[in-house]
């Protein structure tokens, strides 16, 4: 059995991923194909580079999107993400994701051309930096010539790419909608303004996939603050762990 594991977008909600992905390991599933967007891509790199769960979430704890941004002249969005690369190509030493230990594809949004992509070949950090680009908050990333950013808009669940290549698809949003009582700031109403943008084409997925996971909870948080990863990994993880999951056969 070929099992293929899609990681949603969500921000800081990511980290529910990590702990998705090492109760499922306890279980004996374990991915053989990881396709990935924004926070799902981030997660799924270190996973498929050969970090463990615990110390991809050592590493990343407390550093969301936010965390790692710098303001800059709005050229072309309001922040940089040069503190993740950083982050990125200490962490990593794969150069290309052609190479990761785990075959990957990132899920990109090709701002030229108006289309999704999903990259499984070429350099990873450019990538995986392009995929995190919320649109105006961050700016996005030129490669050949092209500007990249956030895959999430086009497809913020990337089962896609694994539908002929996996016998079993698992899918892992992170990214249900909540409500938001009041907006303190310009960065709020973006981010929230795109999170709703990309939640029609979660649902469509959902009838696609051998499981769907979706944690309950994650709505109490929010997808720019990472001062609760350690909850939100253990959110995802007990989660998962109380599943009941018939085996694939």
Known sequence: MRIGIALGGGGARGFAHL?????LDEKGIRPDIISGVSA????????????SHEKTLSILKNKTLMAYSK????????????????????????????????PMFIAVSNLNDGRIEYI???DL??????????PVLFSPVEIDGKLYSDGGLFDNLPISPLLQKCDVIIAVNVSPLHKIEKFDNLVQVAS??????VHSNIIRHKEKCSLFIEPTGLREYEILNGNHA??????????TKNLEITPFK
Do not use: M
Request: charged share 20%; aromatic share 12%; hydrophobic share 40%.
């Open 19 to 23: 702990g998705v992905l090492k109760a």
């Open 40 to 51: 799902g891509a981030l997660v799924g790199a270190f996973i498929a580079s050969g970090h």
């Open 71 to 102: 303001l800059q002249y709005p050229k072309y969005g309001l922040f940089s993400l040069d503190g993740l690369k950083k982050d990125i190509q200490k962490h990593i030493k794969i150069k290309k994701i052609e190479n990761l230990k785990i």
């Open 120 to 122: 499984k070949e070429g």
């Open 125 to 134: 950090t450019s990538y995986l930096l392009a995929s995190a680009s919320i």
């Open 192 to 197: 929230r303004t795109f999170q709703l943008g």
């Open 230 to 239: 350690q909850d939100i990994f253990e959110l995802g993880y007990n989660y």
